[in-house]
T-cell receptor, first 116, second 114 residues
Framework: EAGVAQSPRYKIIEKRQSVAFWCNPISGHATLYWYQQILGQGPKLLIQFQNNGVVDDSQLPKDRFSAERLKGVDSTLKIQPAKLEDSAVYLC??????????????FGEGSRLTVL | AQKVTQAQTEISVVEKEDVTLDCVYETRDTTYYLFWYKQPPSGELVFLIRRNSFDEQNEISGRYSWNFQKSTSSFNFTITASQVVDSAVYFCALISSTLGRLYFGRGTQLTVWP
């Protein structure tokens, strides 16, 4: 079974530039998550989709971050314009159902962003 | 408020030693789930275990064991006879039934030396 796919693995940009990350979840998984993991910290949820609808985006900095999952399958996370503090690993995860129901998230390897 | 505390930032042991990773959580909900995830150098978080708040039975899976104690709000993880391949960052996490959002601790970096 293919895992969660993410690209690119690494991205270096200058502040005020834009960047986009792509995620393809495990086939059949209804729920997709984007997490931000700053060095030395645990992952923090940015946005959660159930199929193509947003369930939770309360921690997404909406002035610069946006995410979409148009067809309920793959998803894109965009940052525009980027700030130095956005340097982090962006992890995508998926689950069959909401994590409180099924308990297990499957994570991709992440996209490491460095903002100079 | 939901909170997960992993007080140990880094732990180093020599192969074959036993090691315990501590996790203390806070929640006002009576129904919640606790998790442990492993993050090897590749970066991908790997699910290890989930416990619900109504099941305080300890669990053993090979060299791994988990001790869940509601009285002290702790969910500790023990690796017996550690191996170099156990070197990773380990995260404890909590989700409550009302908020539905997974909260991670800051993680514990475990290094096992040969």
């Amino acid at each position: 079974e293919a895992g969660v796919a993410q690209s690119p693995r690494y991205k270096i940009i200058e502040k005020r530039q834009s960047v986009a990350f792509w995620c393809n979840p495990i086939s059949g998984h209804a729920t997709l998550y984007w997490y931000q993991q700053i060095l030395g910290q645990g992952p923090k949820l940015l946005i959660q989709f159930q199929n193509n609808g947003v369930v939770d985006d309360s921690q997404l900095p909406k002035d610069r971050f946006s995410a979409e999952r148009l067809k309920g399958v793959d998803s894109t996370l965009k940052i525009q314009p980027a700030k130095l503090e956005d340097s982090a690993v962006y992890l995508c995860a998926s689950s069959l159902d909401r994590v409180g129901n099924t308990g297990e998230l499957f994570f991709g390897e992440g996209s490491r962003l460095t903002v100079l | 408020a939901q909170k997960v505390t992993q007080a140990q930032t880094e732990i180093s042991v020599v192969e074959k030693e036993d090691v315990t990773l501590d996790c203390v959580y806070e929640t006002r909900d009576t129904t919640y789930y606790l998790f442990w995830y492993k993050q090897p150098p590749s970066g991908e978080l790997v699910f290890l275990i989930r416990r619900n708040s109504f099941d305080e039975q300890n669990e053993i899976s090979g060299r791994y064991s988990w001790n869940f104690q509601k009285s002290t709000s702790s969910f500790n993880f023990t690796i017996t006879a550690s191996q170099v391949v156990d070197s990773a960052v380990y995260f404890c996490a909590l989700i409550s039934s009302t908020l539905g959002r997974l909260y991670f601790g800051r993680g514990t970096q475990l290094t096992v030396w040969p």
